[in-house]
């Protein structure tokens, strides 16, 4: 990506520096770090908890050390599981936006440019996952080295010091996040911002009451199943 420090300070600029990517990798770094930014937090936890739980299987007698590599791999699948979420969400989340933009006075209609705009707009969330992936290293290295001492003592201070700093961080890029998404999508539509902004909270909505009817419908359909 060029001039990626430009995404701070002149999201404009960076939008006209990068909206034409032809790397097939730079692409999917996007997709990495969307994917990443969207389970990153709760997959750290979890993969973490699980060191506990085996751990804690291993001082029963039930598994051997072994078992503590699953930990790194578990890792490994969250970041795989995490870019999937990331491909398939860009889609979805383009094409309302797209739809939406049409609606209110957009003129370009390209779903491509849209899924750019979101990676674009998660793009901001680099320094405070690089900060969650140190905390994630940091911590099983520690565990996998004095897993009694963690086990007993749950001494994770620095962890702890780095994880404040991420929820800081990770509060203000979320802002500036959406300020990058409007700006891009109003880029992209050869719109203002302001109807980029709107068009992400229209989309948002939308998608929320997708959700619910659809978490009704299921509702209804499981009832039967527990009467």
């Not at 520690?142 to 961080?169: A, C, G």
Request: with cysteine; charged share 10%; aromatic share 16%.
């Amino acid at each position: 990506m060029k001039n990626y420090w430009h995404l701070f300070f002149r999201p404009a600029a960076f939008w006209e520096q990068n909206k034409e990517i032809r790397s097939k990798w730079a692409m999917f770094f996007l997709l990495l770090n969307a994917g990443f930014t969207i389970v990153g937090f709760y997959g750290v936890i979890l993969t973490l908890g699980l060191g506990f739980v085996l751990y804690g299987y291993m001082k029963l007698g039930d598994i051997s050390e072994s078992s503590f590599f699953i930990i790194p791999l578990c890792f490994l699948l969250l970041f795989l599981i995490g870019t999937l979420i990331a491909f398939i969400a860009s889609y979805i989340v383009g094409f309302f936006t797209k739809t939406v933009s049409k609606l209110i006075g957009g003129k370009v209609h390209m779903l491509q440019a849209h899924r750019k705009a979101y990676l674009f707009g998660m793009l901001t969330y680099l320094p405070t996952n690089i900060i969650l992936l140190i905390v994630a290293i940091l911590s099983t290295v520690n565990f996998l080295q004095n897993p009694e001492q963690v086990y007993v003592e749950q001494d994770f201070t620095f962890s702890k010091i780095l994880i404040v700093i991420w929820l800081i961080l990770n509060i203000v890029t979320s802002i500036w996040s959406l300020v990058v998404w409007s700006i891009s999508i109003g880029k992209a539509e050869e719109m203002s911002a302001w109807k980029g902004l709107l068009g992400i909270i229209v989309m948002a909505i939308g998608l929320w009451i997708i959700l619910m009817v659809a978490i009704f419908i299921l509702s209804i359909a499981v009832i039967p199943f527990f009467s």
